[in-house]
């Protein structure tokens, strides 16, 4: 299925994004995915209020074989064939589907904190140079370098030492 058949599909609901996913493509509204489209068929989001409808329809979750085996994901499912030529009743699923993917934006939001607010980790004070030295980048390690002469090492940093 084409971008612009998938946005003739939804005209009834509205403007959607069409954005090719893995071997097929996400339907998308105001940043957020109310549909995946894959293998000529249409999976809508849906979660435990919506997923009722679904299971009366007789429809099942989307699922695809990776690795030899089934995997499943049950927050997309199939949509009902009929829906493919009634765009008044895809316009109402869709808006269902865009209800469930704002209610996870905002379970989401609310158990995320931003990074701002999240405390930071205390800073562990190094107990020797040997160990202050492992703990370096290897890019910030300082090459130690034998000055002809003086029996020393020095290090390659532009310095020396006197």
Same mark, same amino acid.
């Given at each position: 299925?084409?971008?612009?058949?998938?946005?003739?599909?939804?005209?009834?609901?509205?403007?959607?994004?069409?954005?090719?996913?893995?071997?097929?493509?996400?339907?998308?509204?105001?940043?957020?995915?109310?549909?995946?489209?894959?293998?000529?068929?249409?999976?809508?989001?849906?979660?435990?209020?919506?997923?009722?409808?679904?299971? %009366?329809?007789? +429809?099942?979750?989307?699922?695809?074989?990776?690795?030899?085996?089934?995997?499943?994901?049950?927050?997309?499912?199939?949509?009902?064939?009929?829906?493919?030529?009634?765009?008044?009743? +895809?316009?109402?699923?869709?808006?269902?589907? +865009?209800?469930?993917?704002? %209610?996870?934006?905002?379970?989401?939001?609310?158990?995320?904190?931003?990074?701002?607010?999240?405390?930071?980790?205390?800073?562990? %004070?190094?107990?020797?140079?040997?160990?202050?030295?492992?703990?370096?980048?290897?890019?910030?390690?300082?090459?130690?370098?034998?000055?002809?002469?003086?029996?020393?090492?020095?290090?390659?940093?532009?310095?020396?030492?006197?």
């Amino acid at each position: 299925m084409d971008p612009e058949h998938i946005r003739e599909l939804f005209a009834g609901f509205g403007p959607v994004d069409v954005r090719r996913m893995f071997s097929g493509a996400g339907v998308f509204v105001d940043g957020m995915m109310i549909a995946l489209v894959s293998r000529e068929v249409v999976y809508l989001k849906a979660d435990v209020e919506t997923i009722p409808s679904f299971e %009366r329809e007789g +429809l099942a979750p989307f699922s695809y074989m990776a690795k030899g085996s089934k995997r499943t994901i049950t927050s997309y499912w199939r949509m009902p064939d009929r829906l493919y030529d009634d765009p008044e009743e +895809l316009a109402e699923w869709a808006r269902a589907s +865009l209800e469930v993917a704002r %209610r996870k934006a905002a379970r989401t939001a609310r158990t995320h904190k931003p990074a701002a607010t999240a405390p930071r980790p205390a800073k562990s %004070r190094v107990k020797s140079r040997k160990t202050a030295r492992k703990a370096q980048p290897r890019s910030a390690k300082a090459r130690k370098v034998r000055r002809p002469g003086s029996g020393r090492s020095g290090t390659s940093a532009g310095r020396s030492r006197r």
